[in-house]
């Protein structure tokens, strides 16, 4: 059963670069079956979706963040990234990474990682 | 986009009575709507998936309907696990991927 594992800072200032990565263990990143993503659920607020990976490269972003975020995934490392730019309190947020199907069915999450943006 | 809309925010209710959350689309999504349960601290976990289909593991108490716009996840007799936040999430069309704002079922 794969399982997945958020690291980050736990805090990050206003207008830097939030780095987070996901290692995904009891699987390959590169199996054929599984999209890689990101969602993040601000406080008091519901599930929103970043973006996602498939191990070849290809990618997908939320549009209402496409200009400040990037995904990438190291299949040697077995794990993937995501970064967001320019953030400010609004970002403040639990990040969760999870596994997808080609169909978009989420069937595996990460335990999340809280993320405050704060100077 | 498609927006997702979920009702009620809230539900208060006692073990043992059934749960009827609503979650409605702003266009089809066919049945490509998938429940999920959330608990504080934990990851969320796939209940239903094409509007009806339980995944694996899931127990019988627990039921999707809907197609096109409007869709139910029932909860046919509430145990005490169960009181969480639901959320509903369409594949329909994507990106991007979506989710409701949630339903927190209460004690």
């Known amino acids: 059963q794969l399982q997945l594992q958020e690291s980050g800072p736990g805090l990050v200032k206003p207008s830097e670069t939030l780095p987070l990565t996901c290692t995904v263990s009891?699987?390959?990143?590169?199996?054929?079956?599984?999209?890689w993503a990101w969602i993040r659920q601000p406080p008091g607020k519901g599930l929103e979706w970043i973006a996602t990976?498939?191990?070849?490269?290809?990618?997908y972003y939320n549009p209402s963040l496409r200009s400040r975020v990037t995904i990438s995934v190291d299949t040697s490392k077995n794990h993937f990234s995501l970064k967001l730019s320019s953030v400010t309190a609004a970002d403040t947020a639990v990040y969760y990474c999870?596994?997808?199907?080609?169909?978009?069915?989420?069937?595996?999450w990460g335990q999340g990682t809280l993320v405050t943006v704060s100077s | 986009e498609i927006v997702l809309t979920q009702s009620p925010a809230t539900l208060s209710l006692s073990p043992g009575e059934r749960a009827t959350l609503s979650c409605r689309a702003s266009?089809?999504?066919?049945?490509?709507l998938a429940w999920y349960q959330h608990k504080p601290g934990q990851a969320p976990r796939l209940l239903i998936y094409?509007?009806?289909n339980r995944a694996t593991g899931i127990p019988a108490r627990f039921s999707g309907s809907g197609s096109g716009t409007d869709f139910t996840l029932t909860i046919s007799s509430l145990e005490p696990e169960d009181f969480a936040v639901y959320y509903c999430q369409q594949r329909h069309s994507w990106p991007p991927l979506t989710f409701g704002g949630g339903t927190k079922v209460e004690i």
């Open positions: 999870a596994v997808h199907d080609y169909g978009g069915i989420f069937d595996y």
């Open positions: 990976i498939y191990y070849t490269g290809t990618t």
């Open positions: 009891g699987g390959s990143i590169t199996s054929s079956s599984y999209y």
């Open positions: 266009q089809s999504v066919r049945s490509y």
């Open positions: 094409d509007a009806s």
